[in-house]
């Protein structure tokens, strides 16, 4: 259902890879509500995902930029303007990379010149990203940036292994960048802590699965979907939330809150008599 809650606004969207991304899911939701957006990702990641599919889906160009070169950001940020005809409303930045998750590295065995890629890639690109939008003023008042977390960055998960640090420094820029943003551009900026989603970058992480059902068992209203944190997205990006900014803002079924759910203390019993 379309209420046309981005009649009139404009944007960019970082990371929709495939079908499975939350960036994919809120390219399609921006549309129905009547935003109009460009999309980008790293032309590496654009040859293995169908981005294309998604551009002709919902009429939008596609910018090739890689989100850790400041060039190609400015060079993104001046496009985006000059395809839709103005400054930006809004923007999603949904990527996030771990070099040793993919390596297969322990956290007490990192490899740093893969964490130094990991942390450029899944936070500083979004300061990067923040800084280029600033220094363009492309943003317009009551505008809203937004970017995608996890609940490890402020608990010990310890498979998600770097990617944990990656989300609190992305956290962390989100604040810091927001206060300038607000005080001065009167621009919103926060990120989104959501449920273990099965994206294709999810996957990538040992025991992703058991993530997924720990959660869901956990979680008072189960696991939030993809789809559910797009139609979150809709509304941070609308004018309904015009004074929401520095905030972390939980989106998964309550799991943040809960300590232990009588579901998982019974599994847990019953496993320990067997």
Known sequence: MSYNLLKGKKGIIFGALDENSIAWKTALRVHEEGGQFVLTNAP??????????????TGSEIIPADATSVDDLDNLVDKAMEIL???????????????????GNHYTEMNYDYTTKGWDVSAVSFHKTMQSLYKKDAMNEWGSIMALSYIAAQKVFPDYNDM????????SIARSFGYFFGKEKKVRVNTISQSPTPTTAG???????????????MSPLGNATGMDCANYIITLFSDLTK????????????????????????????????
Do not use: P
Request: hydrophobic share 40%; no cysteine; charged share 25%.
């Open 85 to 103: 005809g103005g400054k930006l409303d809004f923007v999603l930045h949904s990527i996030g990379m771990s070099v040793n998750v993919r390596k």
């Open 243 to 274: 004074r929401v900014t520095l905030q972390n803002l939980f989106n998964d079924g309550g799991f943040s809150n809960m300590g232990v759910s009588q579901q998982v203390m019974e599994a847990f019993v019953k496993g320990k008599e067997n």
């Open 44 to 57: 590496i990641a654009m040859r293995m995902g169908n981005i294309k599919d998604l551009a002709e889906k």
């Open 203 to 217: 996957q990538g992480v040992k025991g992703f699965d058991g993530f997924i059902a720990y959660a869901d068992e």
């Open 164 to 171: 944990a640090d990656n989300k609190a420094y992305l956290e």
